[in-house]
């Protein structure tokens, strides 16, 4: 199975501030790298596809980069409506494994 | 409007079964792949199996291969998830997700609400 790992695992910002989260893949994926938003309580909902496809009606302030095996998403200006937790997920091959969720917290 | 609703999840003891179902509407299930995803308490995303468009093709993950078994019936709109000889470490919320595996890259671009599922004797 191809191992996804997220890092940070959790970090603190402000609003406005710019973050961004890396993920790795254990083997290439190329660009088969999906980035969701999960809110608590709440299903997760995609954000980015094919590592840099940015969904409908998702905010320009998100935005993904990387192909092979090194990933990231980047918010570009916090707003109080993006603390949550992010998972990455390769589509590459079955199974369609996650990262661990790197959870954006208030400062 | 798109809409995945899950239901079936239960409390149910080791070693017993259930079968989850999710309807779908606001779209031509046909068209789409489906997956089911889980997610223990706290704890992070799990795949756990796909079925193709016309349902001729399934997978699964290996904790749950030999035991639960994905399908579909388009003409109801509906996904089914059989879950048999269930385990206390298959208590999660379970969701279903659309893929509309479009150019040959898959993601889940609609998901369900979940449904809990609880196994504890």
């Known amino acids: 199975d191809i191992q996804m790992t997220q890092s940070p695992f959790s970090l603190s910002a402000s609003v406005g501030d710019r973050v961004t989260i890396t993920c790795r893949a254990s083997?290439?994926?190329?660009?088969?790298l999906n980035w969701y938003q999960q809110k608590p309580g709440k299903a997760p909902e995609v954000l980015i596809s094919?590592?840099?496809s940015l969904q409908y009606g998702v905010p320009s302030r998100f935005s993904g980069s990387g192909s092979g095996t090194e990933f990231s998403l980047t918010i570009s200006s916090l707003q109080p409506e993006d603390f949550a937790t992010y998972y990455c997920?390769?589509?590459?091959?079955?199974?369609?494994?996650f990262g661990q969720g790197s959870k954006l917290e208030i400062k | 409007e798109v809409q995945l609703v899950e239901s079936g999840g239960a409390l149910v003891q080791p070693g017993g079964s259930l079968r989850l179902s999710c309807a779908a509407s606001?779209?031509?299930?046909?068209?789409?792949?489906m997956h089911w995803v889980r997610q223990a308490p706290g704890k992070g995303l799990v795949w756990v199996s796909r079925i193709k468009s016309d349902g001729g093709s399934t997978s699964y993950a290996d904790s749950v291969k030999g035991r639960f078994t994905v399908s579909r019936d388009n003409a109801r709109n509906t996904l089914y998830l059989q879950m048999n000889s269930l385990r206390v470490e298959d208590t999660a919320v379970y969701y279903c997700?659309?893929?509309?595996?479009?150019?040959?890259?898959?993601?889940?671009?609609?998901w369900g609400q979940g449904t809990l599922v609880t196994v504890s004797s």
């Open positions: 094919a590592a840099s």
């Open positions: 606001g779209f031509t299930l046909t068209n789409y792949w």
């Open positions: 997700a659309r893929d509309p595996d479009f150019g040959g890259y898959s993601d889940f671009d609609f």
């Open positions: 083997q290439s994926i190329r660009n088969h």
């Open positions: 997920q390769q589509s590459y091959d079955i199974p369609y494994t």
